[in-house]
């Protein structure tokens, strides 16, 4: 039920980016922010942790444009505001043939050709990389994109941000959303990859290292001397996994490395007629829309960088020259352990997958073919390869790498995103251990959730090494916090609006897990299923971390849940909606974690879910109830989910939180209440409500 709507002349667009100074200084990430802002107060520049209205470049959507239109169409939209900006892909579950699945992607077309959206069909290739080839991400551009790995986007110097379903269809309908600008984070990269390490080990590495939230909710721009001697494909595999690091953008420089790239780019499209400069019977092809000579010149003339004395909330530095080859896992990416010390421990491997948007382009299956060539997989693996996109295929296998891979006893999967999203053929079976190159391994996230992964590059075995030219096995790097210079916001009250509750009460559940991640919270199983009612959708909500927690949800009716604490980096992952969706539908009004997810907390504020962060809670219910006074290991009882018969009331107004035990005992905690702009979305139903107050109020 959609609450009544606030009245229109609290509008949306003073709720974002307040005044500050004349001139200050800015990253690269605020610079590209700056172009693509919109509605700024004049002389207003955009600085970490503004609220701004963004008109990006593009918006890419894939086999979620279906639920997108649904929601353009549910708030009453009628036409697309600029029909450049979106692009369709069709990558994820590109292996269902079902009549229900062709029928949505033939319905994802025709809307297309309908409003004059560039589509990309299934087989094309995952949309990150197709983005990427086409040009749709370019450097010093803003793309977003309805899914998680729009990181990917900053391997070619492009700010690329992960949006939601309602972002998207907002977009669509007035080309313009909301983004609250992330604190910026830079990392240093000094020295060269020794022979064997890659641009994969460098993230996965990175991920280990830095495991405590360093990078969380962070812009990430990578810097220094090691930058130069990285390929643009490790760039872009570096910058795809910034988002399992917790990061919202992970941006490289433009650099000679990638000005070149370009050019070889131009140089391949020139070829694709037997045109010649001496003879004119033969006509030229045509420009590329956005890969092109004018564009690239312009870019050449216009390199924008960080200013000098620009601020940054730490600076991470990481020499590559002491990286050897490293694992992620198993089921985290949070752990990494290097290669020689993982060999030690003669780990069976059942299935093998060279697939994804991170690690499937062609110098990556260039490099497993030159490791597999007059090999073969062994017995009892099976070894999955799928390329990033048709055109990767195409000249992998002009190239003869596909043929050999294939002659070596690899199963052919088409483009798209198959194993990597737990779809389609290859999926790991209880018990079996996988090894993989694309981007999570989040448990039961590529199959069951009693199998075992781990993340590695192409190159899967220390045979293909050289242990006489690597490094000591632990990486060498350090981490400082810069001083803040910024005037810190004041943690002023707003007032609570008409229509928005006063406090929330009821009872109180703990889920004393850090990082439980999206596929925990809904798991991927369900994600594309279009039709799934809300309330099927409560009914596996945490199922994959709690297969109990619904039932213990709905034994509350007659008390409601009024919050449910968490520990940190709650809804970390994917950028699937329903992960709020489905919390929300279950009977639970407020989250409250250490910290979020960003891409959660955008999820749970367009859809009326209010989030809080309140860590002196999740500490105190983290000494009393978890076993061993941690997180990580479920309560002193062995249940996963705690019910101790507290009761909770978070004030909106002054934001006292105030616990009652059952022996009653009273504890009192504060938090920021949400400000106005959180409440009008709530008021309106959330942002799809919102956006159908606008739509009607410009009719």
Same mark, same amino acid.
């Given at each position: 039920?959609?609450?009544?709507?606030?009245?229109?002349?609290?509008?949306?667009?003073?709720?974002?980016?307040?005044?500050?100074?004349?001139?200050?200084?800015?990253?690269?990430?605020?610079?590209?922010?700056?172009?693509?802002?919109?509605?700024?107060?004049?002389?207003?520049?955009?600085?970490?942790?503004?609220?701004?209205?963004?008109?990006?470049?593009?918006?890419?959507?894939?086999?979620?444009?279906?639920?997108?239109?649904?929601?353009?169409?549910?708030?009453?939209?009628?036409?697309?505001?600029?029909?450049?900006?979106?692009?369709?892909?069709?990558?994820?579950?590109v292996?269902?043939?079902?009549?229900?699945?062709?029928?949505?992607?033939?319905?994802?077309?025709?809307?297309?050709?309908?409003?004059?959206?560039?589509?990309?069909?299934?087989?094309?290739?995952?949309?990150h990389?197709?983005?990427?080839?086409?040009?749709?991400?370019?450097?010093?551009?803003?793309?977003?994109?309805?899914?998680?790995?729009?990181?990917?986007?900053?391997?070619?110097?492009?700010?690329?941000?992960?949006?939601?379903?309602?972002?998207?269809?907002?977009?669509?309908?007035?080309?313009?959303?909301?983004?609250?600008?992330?604190?910026?984070?830079?990392?240093?990269?000094?020295?060269?990859?020794?022979?064997?390490v890659?641009?994969?080990?460098?993230?996965? +590495? $990175?991920? &280990?290292? *830095?495991?405590? =939230?360093?990078? /969380?909710?962070?812009?990430? !721009?990578?810097t220094?001397?090691?930058?130069?001697?990285?390929?643009?494909?490790?760039?872009?595999?570096?910058?795809?996994?910034?988002?399992?690091?917790? +990061? $919202?953008? &992970?941006? *490289?420089?433009? =650099?000679?490395? /990638?000005?070149?790239?370009? !050019?070889?780019?131009?140089?391949r499209?020139?070829?694709?007629?037997?045109?010649?400069?001496?003879?004119?019977?033969?006509?030229?092809?045509?420009?590329?829309?956005?890969?092109?000579?004018?564009?690239? =010149?312009?870019?050449?003339?216009?390199?924008?960088?960080?200013?000098?004395?620009?601020?940054?909330?730490?600076?991470?530095?990481?020499?590559?020259?002491?990286?050897?080859?490293?694992?992620?896992?198993?089921?985290?990416?949070?752990?990494?352990?290097?290669?020689?010390?993982?060999?030690?421990?003669?780990?069976?491997?059942?299935?093998?997958?060279?697939?994804?948007?991170?690690?499937?382009?062609?110098?990556?299956?260039?490099?497993?073919?030159?490791?597999?060539?007059?090999?073969?997989?062994?017995?009892?693996?099976?070894?999955?390869?799928?390329?990033?996109?048709?055109?990767v295929?195409q000249?992998?296998?002009s190239?003869?790498?596909?043929?050999?891979?294939?002659?070596?006893?690899?199963?052919?999967?088409?483009?798209g995103?198959?194993?990597?999203?737990?779809?389609?053929?290859?999926?790991?079976?209880?018990?079996?251990?996988?090894?993989?190159?694309?981007?999570?391994?989040?448990?039961?996230?590529?199959?069951?959730?009693?199998?075992?992964?781990?993340?590695?590059?192409?190159?899967?075995?220390?045979?293909?090494?050289?242990?006489?030219?690597?490094?000591?096995?632990?990486?060498?790097?350090?981490?400082?916090?810069?001083?803040?210079?910024?005037?810190?916001?004041?943690?002023?009250?707003?007032?609570?609006?008409?229509?928005?509750?006063?406090?929330?009460?009821?009872?109180?559940?703990?889920?004393p897990?850090?990082?439980?991640?999206?596929?925990g919270?809904?798991?991927?199983?369900?994600?594309?299923?279009?039709?799934?009612?809300?309330?099927r959708?409560?009914?596996?909500?945490?199922?994959?971390?709690?297969?109990?927690?619904?039932?213990?949800?709905?034994?509350?009716?007659?008390?409601?849940?009024?919050?449910?604490?968490?520990?940190?980096?709650?809804?970390?992952?994917?950028?699937?909606?329903?992960?709020?969706?489905?919390?929300?539908?279950?009977?639970?009004?407020?989250?409250?974690?250490?910290?979020?997810?960003?891409?959660?907390?955008?999820?749970?504020?367009?859809?009326g879910?209010?989030?809080?962060?309140?860590?002196?809670?999740?500490?105190?219910?983290?000494?009393?109830?978890?076993?061993?006074?941690?997180?990580?290991?479920?309560?002193?009882?062995?249940?996963?989910?705690?019910?101790?018969?507290?009761?909770?009331?978070?004030?909106?107004?002054?934001?006292?939180?105030?616990?009652?035990?059952?022996?009653?005992?009273h504890?009192?905690?504060?938090?920021?209440?949400?400000?106005?702009?959180?409440?009008?979305?709530?008021?309106?139903?959330?942002?799809?409500?919102?956006?159908?107050?606008?739509?009607?109020?410009?009719?």
């Amino acid at each position: 039920m959609r609450l009544p709507h606030y009245p229109a002349r609290h509008g949306f667009r003073r709720l974002f980016a307040t005044i500050g100074p004349s001139y200050t200084p800015q990253t690269v990430i605020e610079k590209v922010v700056q172009r693509y802002a919109v509605g700024l107060p004049g002389g207003k520049t955009v600085r970490s942790g503004d609220y701004v209205m963004i008109k990006p470049e593009h918006v890419m959507t894939h086999d979620n444009t279906g639920p997108v239109i649904t929601k353009f169409n549910s708030i009453g939209a009628t036409r697309i505001q600029d029909p450049r900006q979106p692009v369709f892909t069709l990558d994820h579950d590109v292996q269902n043939k079902s009549t229900k699945n062709l029928s949505k992607y033939a319905s994802i077309e025709k809307f297309a050709r309908k409003y004059g959206v560039d589509f990309y069909p299934a087989g094309r290739g995952i949309g990150h990389q197709v983005l990427v080839e086409e040009g749709y991400a370019f450097p010093h551009t803003l793309t977003v994109a309805s899914d998680s790995h729009s990181n990917m986007y900053g391997g070619v110097g492009c700010v690329g941000t992960p949006i939601v379903r309602t972002d998207a269809a907002a977009l669509w309908a007035t080309g313009k959303t909301w983004w609250q600008v992330p604190r910026m984070v830079k990392v240093e990269l000094k020295g060269h990859l020794s022979p064997g390490v890659t641009g994969k080990d460098v993230i996965v +590495a $990175l991920c &280990g290292s *830095f495991n405590n =939230d360093e990078v /969380l909710n962070a812009a990430i !721009e990578f810097t220094g001397d090691g930058v130069a001697a990285l390929t643009v494909d490790d760039r872009l595999t570096i910058a795809n996994m910034t988002t399992e690091w917790g +990061a $919202l953008v &992970g941006i *490289f420089p433009v =650099d000679d490395t /990638l000005l070149q790239w370009y !050019e070889n780019v131009l140089t391949r499209l020139e070829l694709r007629t037997f045109s010649s400069p001496t003879s004119s019977s033969i006509p030229l092809p045509p420009q590329h829309p956005r890969i092109n000579r004018v564009r690239l =010149d312009a870019l050449r003339r216009n390199i924008i960088s960080s200013d000098a004395d620009a601020e940054y909330s730490s600076h991470l530095v990481f020499d590559l020259s002491t990286l050897v080859p490293h694992v992620s896992g198993p089921n985290s990416v949070k752990v990494s352990t290097p290669l020689p010390t993982l060999e030690e421990s003669k780990i069976k491997i059942d299935k093998a997958y060279l697939v994804s948007c991170t690690n499937s382009r062609v110098s990556d299956i260039a490099a497993a073919a030159s490791v597999m060539k007059g090999h073969h997989v062994a017995p009892g693996v099976e070894f999955y390869i799928a390329a990033a996109s048709s055109a990767v295929q195409q000249e992998s296998e002009s190239l003869g790498d596909w043929e050999t891979l294939i002659l070596s006893g690899a199963k052919v999967l088409p483009a798209g995103c198959g194993p990597c999203i737990g779809l389609g053929t290859g999926l790991l079976e209880e018990g079996q251990t996988g090894i993989s190159a694309t981007n999570r391994n989040y448990k039961g996230r590529m199959g069951h959730p009693k199998a075992q992964a781990y993340l590695a590059s192409y190159i899967c075995g220390p045979t293909s090494l050289n242990p006489n030219v690597l490094p000591p096995t632990k990486p060498t790097y350090s981490i400082s916090a810069a001083p803040s210079t910024a005037k810190s916001s004041a943690a002023t009250n707003d007032p609570v609006l008409p229509g928005f509750p006063a406090s929330f009460s009821g009872t109180l559940l703990f889920t004393p897990q850090d990082n439980l991640n999206t596929d925990g919270i809904y798991p991927g199983k369900y994600t594309y299923q279009d039709d799934i009612t809300l309330e099927r959708q409560a009914e596996v909500v945490m199922e994959n971390y709690d297969p109990g927690f619904a039932e213990l949800v709905r034994s509350l009716v007659t008390k409601p849940t009024a919050a449910d604490p968490h520990g940190y980096n709650f809804g970390t992952g994917s950028s699937r909606e329903q992960a709020a969706t489905a919390l929300k539908s279950a009977g639970i009004p407020v989250v409250i974690a250490g910290s979020f997810g960003d891409i959660f907390k955008r999820n749970a504020i367009n859809n009326g879910l209010v989030c809080l962060e309140c860590p002196d809670l999740v500490r105190d219910l983290t000494e009393k109830y978890a076993k061993g006074g941690v997180r990580g290991a479920g309560g002193k009882d062995g249940e996963l989910t705690i019910d101790k018969g507290l009761c909770i009331e978070v004030g909106m107004v002054d934001g006292n939180i105030r616990i009652e035990t059952s022996l009653g005992e009273h504890h009192v905690y504060t938090t920021r209440p949400v400000g106005t702009s959180v409440q009008e979305l709530w008021v309106c139903g959330g942002l799809e409500g919102y956006i159908l107050k606008e739509i009607q109020a410009n009719s």
